[in-house]
């Protein structure tokens, strides 16, 4: 729980300044209570290392302070030279690591209290902005990075960029205390957000037409991007999804992951409108006195599709179109060698649990930097942790491949299919919320589900595994077809069901289950679904089409240890038509 109340701090702050002007100028290595409520907003979290904290500093009762910076950057795109400076401020504030998040955004960890103002403010010199990164405000917005040269692709990506323009709060704050330290003269109005911002924070996500790469149905707004059937490049419109969100609480029914509803279909020129129209819906009835009942997803489920409709038509000037038809779902990884159409190439380059990092002969950090100072790509993050070199010559492919294969950077062909469909959140040792490891843990565990499926015969086939240290769910479990979820030191919830596309929630089949187990408790199910699943079918599909009833008898035979999750709210049963 918060030490703070949370309105109380937002409502005093005087439009996100608060104490921090003078907070970071005392010397200190810690923020107060209040100034860590606050810095969320500026795009940063106050964290402590708690490796070190069972070390020499830990034996003489102190914490290790450092601080975690969240660049905003809309559908993962920047410049190479924005790439660059990232990498810089890595190496010379941070712990020499990149970690590209689930949001297609960029964490720096490891910077202490004294280097952040520094950090923010080379990162605005080359226009990049941490602000509204975290807090209760609208988060980054994500789009499908795909690398084409195509009218759709460019619309997706513009229309990411015009809303986190639109959704930026409108304080100085940010300015006055890190970029040019001009002094208040009078508090700025808010007229999205209000004196005391959202409830909670606030996800948008814009999706390509069959493609779900973003999981657009977890987000508290969803956008589909709609196209003239005879005129491919002509932009029609877009869906709305609303009150999607993942976060949950161990043994706590009334929270819950929950997939979007869809809402209608809206206009190019009506579609900003829409979202700061359920953005201000959100701020009105959100639930501001129970922190983990805050999100939009409780207000739909309490409400209903009809009446959230008839709310959002009252706020807007135009009527709420009935929802257009959408292809299948499928979602695409963007991984390896592409054709943009205009003569160019992009490579998407794996990069495990996102994490960007040079270790013995594996020098992923330096293979990237050397491409990019060389070659000068774009480049794009992605929904899958991924990175994207675009505009690249096609003189330049073999020398790039050359290279980064010198420094140990894998090709995705030589990647198995649950290990490029995994997803970790950092959680040990600087997210204060983990209980259990993640990034650190998973990449042992798919050894174990690798060495199980290559047994088993069925050595490529690609199943989503995701692993998150809390119930909180940044690394989007809960509509995996594997996930686990920290649940107490080293001990984990085994969720079964999801689909590969993003459309269905994932339900608790074991608890309690210890790390090294987990690819023991697999164990019997893999192999019945090597046995027994129907042609073409994911294993997601299988784990819905036999029960869980019928499933958890399998495991018990082979592992008696099983604890199963105790009866709770049934509602990851949902799935979008």
């Not at 999706?207 to 707004?221: Q, S």
């Not at 490579?347 to 594996?362: A, C, K, S, T």
């Not at 990034?439 to 060495?451: K, M, N, T, Y």
């Not at 692993?467 to 919830?493: D, H, Q």
Request: charged content about 25%; proline content about 6%.
């Amino acid at each position: 729980m918060s030490k703070v109340n949370v309105e109380a701090v937002k409502a005093a702050s005087r439009g996100l300044r608060g104490s921090l002007p003078e907070e970071f100028a005392n010397g200190d290595a810690f923020l107060t209570d209040e100034a860590k409520t606050l810095i969320k907003f500026h795009g940063s979290y106050q964290q402590e290392d708690r490796d070190e904290r069972k070390g020499e500093r830990g034996d003489r009762g102190e914490k290790y302070y450092q601080f975690m910076i969240r660049t905003r950057i809309p559908g993962g795109q920047m410049s190479a030279e924005q790439y660059l400076l990232h990498d810089a401020l890595a190496g010379e504030f941070g712990n020499e690591t990149l970690r590209i998040t689930t949001r297609q955004a960029f964490q720096l960890h490891g910077i202490i209290k004294r280097d952040l103002p520094g950090t923010l403010r080379r990162l605005n010199g080359a226009l990049i902005t941490t602000l509204a990164a975290c807090g209760d405000v609208v988060r980054n917005v994500m789009a499908c990075p795909a690398p084409t040269n195509n009218a759709q692709q460019r619309a997706v990506q513009d229309f990411a960029e015009m809303l986190s323009t639109e959704l930026l709060p409108r304080t100085n704050a940010y300015h006055q205390i890190w970029i040019d330290g001009k002094e208040l003269i009078e508090e700025e109005a808010e007229p999205l957000y209000g004196k005391t911002y959202l409830p909670r924070k606030f996800k948008v996500a814009v999706a390509i037409p069959g493609d779900n790469c973003v999981d657009v149905f977890t987000d508290d707004v969803g956008l589909v991007a709609i196209f003239d059937e005879a005129e491919p490049e002509k932009l029609l419109g877009f869906n709305v999804t609303a009150g999607g969100g993942m976060g949950t609480t161990h043994n706590n029914d009334e929270t819950f992951a929950r997939l979007g509803d869809l809402i209608g279909f809206v206009t190019p020129d009506q579609v900003i409108e829409t979202v700061k129209a359920i953005v201000t819906i959100h701020r009105d009835f959100g639930d501001r006195t129970n922190r983990k009942h805050a999100r939009l997803k409780y207000v739909l489920h309490e409400w209903g599709v009809e009446k959230f409709r008839a709310e959002l038509a009252s706020r807007v000037p135009f009527p709420i179109q009935t929802a257009q038809p959408m292809p299948p779902f499928h979602v695409q990884d963007h991984l390896g060698w592409t054709d943009q159409g205009d003569g160019c190439w992009a490579l998407g380059v794996p990069i495990e649990n996102g994490r960007i990092v040079d270790r013995g002969d594996f020098r992923l950090r330096t293979a990237l930097r050397r491409v990019i100072e060389t070659y000068r790509p774009g480049v794009r993050l992605t929904p899958q942790q991924n990175i994207l070199l675009t505009d690249i010559a096609p003189e330049h492919r073999a020398a790039i491949d050359d290279l980064l294969a010198a420094h140990q950077v894998l090709k995705v062909e030589t990647i198995s299919g649950v290990r490029r469909n995994g997803l970790a959140c950092p959680a040990l040792p600087t997210c204060g919320l983990a209980i259990a490891e993640s990034e650190r843990a998973l990449p042992g565990i798919l050894d174990q589900i690798e060495a199980v499926l290559t047994d088993l015969g069925i050595p490529n086939e690609p199943i989503t595994v995701r692993m998150t240290g809390c119930p909180n769910g940044c690394a989007r479990p809960y509509v995996s077809e594997i996930a686990f979820v920290g649940r107490s030191l080293n001990k984990y919830m085994l969720y079964l069901g999801g689909n590969f596309v993003g459309t269905r929630l994932a339900r608790p089949f074991l608890d309690l289950v210890p790390g090294d187990d987990l690819a023991v408790a697999l164990r019997p199910l893999l192999t019945l679904f090597r046995d027994t699943r129907t042609p073409d079918e994911s294993f997601g599909d299988f784990v819905e089409r036999i029960g869980f009833d019928a499933l958890r008898e399998q495991v018990l035979i082979a592992y008696p240890a099983a604890k199963l999750p105790k009866a709770g709210r049934e509602t990851s049963r949902a799935e979008v038509a």
